[in-house]
């Protein structure tokens, strides 16, 4: 059974930092991974999709990589700002469409 | 612009009184599927849809009902509520390989 992991579950970090959120899943047999965000009281919001024979996307400060075989994704936030700040959520899709979703961590961004 | 809207996006009801939560796309996509939200469990999926009249049961399909009579919408229905299903409930499309999720519906259930 597929299982998805997200460390940290919440982070902290002043303006202008670079960071690094990570996603780990159980079984390597995916179609692909995409990386949400979450902000309170709002839905999910797409940010990146790599499919599963790709090994990163990139779109503006954010970059995510994959790792099929070590079962793992990073995500990648360039100079970040307090409007980055929300829950990011990563999300795996087998064969069956169905989305198994990490339980996110919650970023904050300190002016 | 694509789009995915539910309704109610807030809703206070009380045991046993049906439900619907009505899902509506506009994106002309054939997959649509139902997610519950629950804190440190994350999202699980509830039922999925493939194309008119297919629907399947997903990871926690009990209590819940769903239909899919045209492509752009997919409701929800909770027969008897109980507050076990006090949640924040969000539609999804799939399209492209990406997905689409719709704003939330946050139920409460006395």
């Known amino acids: 059974k597929q299982e998805v992991t997200q460390i940290p579950a919440a982070l902290s970090v002043p303006e202008g930092e670079n960071l690094v959120l990570n996603c780990s899943f159980t079984?390597?047999?995916?179609?692909?991974l995409q990386w949400f965000r979450q902000d309170p009281g709002k839905g999910l919001t797409s940010l990146l999709l790599i499919q599963s024979s790709q090994r990163e996307q990139t779109s503006g400060r954010l970059n995510a990589s994959l790792d099929k075989s070590s079962g793992r994704s990073t995500l990648y936030i360039a100079a970040s700002q307090p409007g980055d700040s929300a829950t990011y959520l990563c999300a795996v899709t087998s064969g069956t469409y169905k989305y198994i979703f990490g339980t996110g961590t919650r970023l904050k961004v300190l002016a | 612009e694509a789009q995915v809207t539910q309704n109610p996006r807030y809703l206070i009801t009380v045991t046993g009184k049906k439900l619907t939560v009505t899902c509506s796309q506009n994106m002309n996509h054939e997959y649509m599927s139902w997610y519950r939200q629950d804190p440190g469990l994350g999202l699980r999926q509830i039922y999925y849809s493939m194309n008119v009249e297919v629907t399947d049961k997903g990871d926690v399909p009990e209590g819940y009902k769903v239909s899919r009579k045209e492509k752009r919408n997919f409701p929800l229905i909770l027969e008897s509520p109980s507050p076990n299903q006090t949640s924040l409930y969000f539609c999804a499309t799939l399209g492209g390989d990406r997905g689409y999720f719709g704003p939330g519906t946050r139920l409460t259930v006395t």
């Open positions: 079984d390597s047999a995916i179609y692909n």
